[in-house]
């Protein structure tokens, strides 16, 4: 027997691509690729509804977060915004319809779906009777951050929070809370981040500064941002796509920049004003 034949099997070349191709199957079954998500989709919504009795406040809505990507979810109040997050987030549960996290179903297996999630939002602070750093602190305990105190340390500069660190949430300004609960949002370095109205309550200088922080986290890493505002200007400086909702269903979608000139508006702001009087009219002219 030649010295090629005494190679145990699993040295062999030939094994080894077999044994790639075994693997790469395997992925695409728990993936599933081909069907409702692309590798290059951190956040995949396929046919969401959500039901209270008689009242649809999501309707069959589908679409993709991208890596490296931020989208827009916009639309008036009562649109289905919020519903859509929570349901993201494991706190709603949907009607029907799928929701991925990097390829994980959210249904069969909520915490790996969840564990590379974050969120922030003006209506959900934290909580007003701990530290900031005592906030970061437990909540990174939860997340299982590496080398926490000095991830907390790198946040805390980040977003000028250091002279905060012993002050309870509860006293602080809602800017400056604001800036906590995004430093929190940012500790386990997500790889989907959802933002609801993240700026609403912070001045100019400091949201600018903060839509910087999100874009170069889109840009630098392996995730995608999903953002919903009524800041106009905010999201076509920020967003790379926006979907426009009404009563629960996406109306229009596209490249903020070019989206209001496609259907005869000056501006975004003007395409959103538009759809909350009149969406019949705006419903499928894309």
Request: aromatic share 6%; charged share 20%; with cysteine.
């Amino acid at each position: 027997m030649s010295a090629p034949d005494l190679m145990p099997i699993h040295t062999k070349p030939v094994w080894k691509q077999l044994r790639t191709k075994l693997e790469l199957l395997i992925l695409a079954s728990r993936v599933g690729w081909g069907k409702t998500y692309k590798m290059s989709d951190v956040l995949s919504i396929t046919q969401l509804r959500k039901d209270y009795g008689d009242t649809v406040a999501v309707d069959g809505i589908s679409f993709e977060v991208r890596r490296n990507e931020i989208v827009g979810l916009l639309g008036p109040n009562g649109a289905g915004k919020t519903t859509t997050i929570n349901m993201i987030l494991g706190v709603v549960e949907p009607s029907s319809g799928g929701i991925r996290v990097e390829g994980v179903d959210l249904a069969s297996d909520r915490c790996r779906a969840l564990e590379r999630t974050n969120f922030a939002a003006v209506y959900s602070p934290l909580p007003g009777n701990l530290t900031v750093s005592q906030n970061l602190r437990v909540f990174g305990l939860i997340y299982g951050v590496d080398d926490l105190s000095g991830r907390i340390e790198d946040l805390l500069k980040q977003f000028d929070l250091a002279a905060f660190r012993n002050v309870k949430c509860g006293v602080l300004s809602s800017g400056e809370q604001t800036r906590a609960a995004l430093a929190k949002a940012m500790l386990n370095q997500p790889h989907l981040l959802l933002l609801d109205e993240p700026t609403a309550s912070l001045d100019p200088s400091v949201a600018h500064d903060i839509r910087g922080r999100i874009r170069a986290h889109a840009a630098q890493g392996a995730g995608g941002v999903l953002w919903t505002s009524h800041n106009m200007y905010e999201v076509q400086d920020v967003c790379d796509r926006v979907l426009f909702l009404s009563h629960g269903r996406i109306l229009l979608q596209g490249n903020p920049k070019t989206l209001p000139a496609e259907h005869g508006k000056a501006s975004l702001e003007e395409l959103f004003i538009a759809l909350a009087r009149e969406p019949l009219a705006l419903e499928g002219s894309g």
